[in-house]
């Protein structure tokens, strides 16, 4: 794709860092994370050589679903501190050439959001319509347990939550409503917000209420009628007249379906989210509970993802989030090889085609927490999930033993910053327990580490900010069957790079693959024809044999040091 035709898709050169504002870092002592704990962290950002930090939601909630129930779409939360530390945290930023990306709950709202409390009030409210009611349940299951519809006492109705009954969904179908969802977005852009993040915004649009629906499927609420004449009337009405970019979670979103959302010439999002491999380890049937992967099911996502956009649209990378495990304790290794895989997925996600979407955490190596009893977990699945699991008689160690390969509890853990107590995220009694490893994985322990994962992912953002090809250029997957190795070319006019990522605890003898190349970065020292456990590489191949008699090349001019050439 010629460079030229994305000018103004300035995202597609970004880096994204998102914060779990929580667990990030606490200013004020109260062991909940603060925008004024965000601010004091942005050098940090900013040596990292991000360019967009995402924040999950940070509106006034009663954090049923930690800040995805909002109950003001106009004020931040108390606990995260005022509008003034928002104003500030966006000029900080500014000064920094970092921008904001906010995180907007639409399909749903809190339970406790005036329209809400005026709407579930009485049948004659002005806002009743801004939900969506029944005169009785139907089949539909919520993804975090239990029916979808919840009995409305005072008008004996019912109302529905594809969440939890605190997370009433939002009726799209009626024009007002969304015209109050777009005046949000202008007040946000208003304060200098760069872009959205659209919490599920595949699934604004409900199928009609006789369809059947047995179990959880993602794919049963996304794409409903209208998903896509309401993306292309907010696309009209906010989003390019205000020129920020948006990015759409997307569950039951298919490849296939994908270019719907994002091809340009459809007028919609920018990108989307989907969870082909969120789900990859989880059971068809129930996202909540653990099933087995393989390497070749996520390379498969992968390269299917890329195929399904390739000049039609673009991808989001991302490998961990708030919602899922740690990325290493997932699909990488916790022991011996726990520096190779991290900083192998750092090469992945900085070297597909793509923005990528770092989660807070996954910079140093973050792992999954040894939570010891239910007790010790506050997300309301795990809280759902373990009343479920008792009514129906299990016993509380199989439960944990499951709960412990999905919890989205893992994520959310504190940012482990430096040895002191509580990893430096508070000064006070943290609302989640802080993983004991922060005594060895911090950040100021990464910082003075050159060889530590932190360094790779600066190394890695900074070589692909410094490479035209691992933004723009074309993706060829190569051997794509092989059952160990994940590797590709990116290649833009005459720059041909090769990645070779051996996704496993083994040696892996890749034969002559990469042997005319010129290392340009790997996460072991030398380069011979077998991979070692989670080596990755990327090399420059040469167009003809002999190319690279002359050591200068594009990469080598960026930052010699910062490239590995010298290893
Ligand atoms: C997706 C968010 O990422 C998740 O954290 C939340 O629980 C659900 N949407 C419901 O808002």
Redesign the pocket.
């Known amino acids: 794709m010629p460079i030229e035709a994305d000018a103004g898709a300035w995202w597609k050169e970004a880096v994204v860092y998102q914060i779990y504002p929580r667990s990030f870092r606490d200013a004020d002592g109260d062991g909940i994370g603060d925008l004024r704990g965000i601010t004091e962290k942005l050098d940090y950002l900013a040596e990292l050589g991000v360019d967009i930090v995402w924040l999950?939601p940070v509106c006034a909630s009663p954090n049923v679903?930690?800040g995805?129930?909002v109950s003001d779409y106009r004020a931040i939360a108390p606990e995260f501190g005022t509008m003034e530390d928002f104003d500030r945290l966006v000029a900080e930023m500014r000064a920094r050439g970092l921008k904001l990306m906010m995180?907007l709950?639409f399909?749903?709202s809190s339970d406790q959001h005036p329209w809400f409390r005026s709407a579930r009030a009485s049948k004659d409210s002005p806002y009743r319509d801004y939900y969506l009611w029944r005169d009785a349940p139907n089949d539909w299951r919520a993804?975090?347990g239990g029916s979808a519809w919840t009995r409305n006492e005072p008008t004996g109705d019912w109302y529905c939550h594809?969440?939890a009954p605190g997370?009433p969904d939002l009726n799209w179908e009626n024009p007002a409503l969304r015209r109050e969802l777009y005046d949000v977005m202008r007040f946000w852009a208003g304060k200098g917000v760069a872009g959205f993040r659209l919490?599920?915004i595949s699934f604004i649009s409900k199928q009609p209420f006789d369809t059947p629906q047995a179990g959880v499927h993602f794919e049963f609420y996304a794409n409903g009628p209208k998903v896509h004449l309401y993306l292309q009337e907010m696309r009209r009405e906010v989003l390019a007249p205000l020129g920020v970019m948006s990015v759409g979670?997307a569950?039951g979103v298919s490849a296939q379906d994908a270019p719907l959302y994002v091809a340009a010439e459809r007028g919609e999002l920018d990108m989307i989210f989907h969870f082909d491999h969120a789900g990859l380890d989880r059971m068809p049937d129930d996202f909540w509970r653990p099933a087995p992967w393989r390497l070749s099911d996520l390379k498969d996502i992968l390269i299917r993802w890329d195929r399904a956009l390739a000049g039609r649209g673009w991808n989001s990378l991302y490998l961990g989030?708030?919602?899922l495990p740690r990325l290493l304790s997932r699909f990488g290794d916790t022991g011996a090889h726990r520096r190779a895989a991290a900083t192998l997925f750092a090469t992945m996600l900085l070297t597909l085609r793509g923005t990528p979407y770092i989660y807070q955490g996954d910079e140093i190596g973050m792992i999954n927490t040894p939570f010891e009893a239910i007790g010790e977990f506050r997300d309301?699945?795990a809280r759902n999930g373990w009343a479920a699991a008792l009514a129906e008689g299990r016993a509380e160690h199989e439960f944990l033993a499951e709960h412990m390969q999905v919890s989205?509890d893992h994520a959310r853990t504190p940012m482990q910053w430096d040895a002191s107590r509580h990893g430096g995220f508070t000064s006070g009694t943290p609302w989640i327990r802080t993983n004991p490893d922060y005594a060895v994985t911090n950040v100021a322990a990464e910082r003075a580490d050159p060889g530590s994962v932190y360094h790779h992912y600066r190394r890695m953002i900074a070589l692909r900010k410094a490479t035209p090809a691992l933004v723009h250029g074309d993706f060829v997957p190569v051997d794509a069957g092989n059952p160990d190795i994940f590797a590709y070319v990116r290649a833009l006019d005459d720059v041909l790079l090769l990645v070779m990522l051996n996704v496993s605890a083994a040696a892996v003898d890749i034969g002559d693959l990469g042997r005319d190349g010129m290392m340009v970065t790997g996460n072991y020292d030398g380069h011979g024809r077998v991979l070692r456990p989670f080596e990755a590489r990327v090399l420059r191949m040469a167009e003809e044999p002999g190319d690279y008699a002359s050591p200068a090349c594009s990469i080598n001019e960026v930052d010699p040091a910062y490239m590995g050439l010298e290893r």
Request: hydrophobic share 35%; glycine share 0%.
């Open positions: 999950c679903d930690n995805y129930d995180d709950v399909n749903h993804v975090f594809l969440f997370q919490d599920v979670e569950p989030n708030h919602d309301i699945v989205r």
